[in-house]
Nanobody, 125 residues
């Protein structure tokens, strides 16, 4: 089992950068694939980025792959989401999620069994 806590969200101006962190508890963090999702008011939760258990494979939504970078530190039990060239449409609550399988397409939110509480990112125009 794993517990996740996100941090790093705040108000930032258009074009700015931000790094989100997802800190995990539990002894088997490296056995979980991690995904970042976001949910804007009135919209469904959407995939942002994902990273394999080893960290060697990363996955991105089309809207973020040129601006966001996901990475992980298994020794430190933390996953990071570096966000650049932020736009107002990036405004959302950002969640990290974990699952014990790498066989399912990373973007399926329902395939993740563990979720953090979310961190708010607001990009002002």
């Amino acid at each position: 089992q794993v517990q996740l806590v996100e941090s790093g969200g705040r108000l930032v101006q258009t074009g700015g950068s931000l790094r989100l962190s997802c800190a995990a508890s539990g002894r088997t963090f490296s056995s979980y694939m991690i995904g970042w999702f976001r949910q804007a008011p009135g919209k469904e939760r959407r995939f942002v980025a994902g990273i394999s258990m080893s960290g060697l494979s990363t996955y991105y939504a089309d809207s973020t792959k040129s601006r966001f970078t996901i990475s992980r530190d298994n020794a430190g039990k933390t996953v990071y989401l570096q966000m650049g060239n932020l736009k107002p449409e990036d405004t959302a609550v950002y969640y990290c999620a974990a699952r014990a399988s790498e066989t399912t397409i990373p973007g399926y939110a329902s395939s993740y069994g563990y979720w953090g509480q979310g961190t708010q990112v607001t990009v002002s125009s």
